[in-house]
């Protein structure tokens, strides 16, 4: 019987999507994070009768044909890129991207990362880094007799000092855009690097190219939706549920079939 087989995709098909809503409910509180969404596609087609095919000596063509599903599969776990709430912290180095845009950071072997983690720290070196310790490109020191900072919409930092009235810039904060975010490769710690379906990035002054600007003091919540999840998850409960059933009823019909005497 295929439908053992079909339904064992389709249970399959709703661990994966219940795997993906656990995912955005755990990242709840995490940081800049997107939620995912779990898409499928039906698998190939057993054709007993393909439509349009002549059925007989007379030239009569089939409208529709027979033509027997075998089940489903994973197509694609895509990011859903919208921009979530901007908290306050007060932080002089949280900064929320409000629009599109990536902060760009150096992993350790050298190749480039980026995040919308806005969580920024600095070493004692006065570098500015992630919470990971990764140094945020371009690298901007902080000196140390620093009293406050200010960054304001396009990334510039200024910082100022004892007995000094007016501020001095320490540096500028870029953004990266691709033309197709979804083609990033999530790597963890609210990393991602470029892959050949995202494009290279697109390193720009906030609030140019299409790019969105920055807002210190604030950092960007996750944008994951309990409820919405809550009903995805009861949704994707239904199906397994279903799909089970269909594999009690085939085990059922088979044990009809060798009892027959």
């Not at 599969?73 to 912290?89: E, H, L, N």
């Not at 980026?114 to 371009?138: A, Q």
């Not at 995805?232 to 059933?245: P, V």
């Amino acid at each position: 019987m295929k439908s053992l087989h079909i339904a064992a995709t389709g249970m399959s098909a709703q661990q994966m999507r219940v795997d993906t809503i656990a995912n955005n409910l755990a990242n709840m509180s995490t940081t800049g994070y997107n939620a995912r969404r779990a898409d499928f596609a039906d698998l190939h087609y057993q054709q007993f009768a393909r439509p349009g095919a002549i059925s007989a000596s007379d030239g009569t063509v089939l409208p529709t044909g027979v033509q027997a599903g075998l089940g489903v599969r994973p197509s694609a776990i895509s990011m859903q890129i919208q921009q979530g709430a901007s908290s306050f912290t007060g932080g002089d180095l949280d900064i929320a991207i409000e629009g599109r845009g990536y902060l760009e950071v150096t992993l350790p072997d050298g190749t480039p990362g980026y995040t919308r983690d806005g969580g920024l720290k600095r070493t004692g070196d006065g570098l500015i880094v992630t919470s990971d310790g990764y140094e945020v490109v371009p690298g901007i020191v902080i000196p140390v007799d620093v009293r406050s900072l200010s960054i304001n919409a396009q990334g510039e930092i200024y910082g100022y000092f004892a007995g000094q009235i007016q501020p001095q810039q320490l540096g500028q904060l870029t953004l990266a855009g691709f033309s197709n975010e979804k083609g990033l490769e999530a790597i963890g710690s609210n990393l991602f690097i470029e892959t050949e379906a995202s494009a290279p990035a697109n390193v720009a002054v906030p609030g140019t190219d299409g790019l969105g600007t920055l807002r210190q003091g604030y950092l960007e919540e996750s944008s994951v939706d309990p409820v919405r999840e809550m009903t995805e998850l009861i949704k994707a409960q239904r199906g397994y549920e279903l799909n089970s059933k269909v594999i009690t009823a085939a085990d059922q019909m088979m044990g009809a079939t060798v009892q027959v005497r």
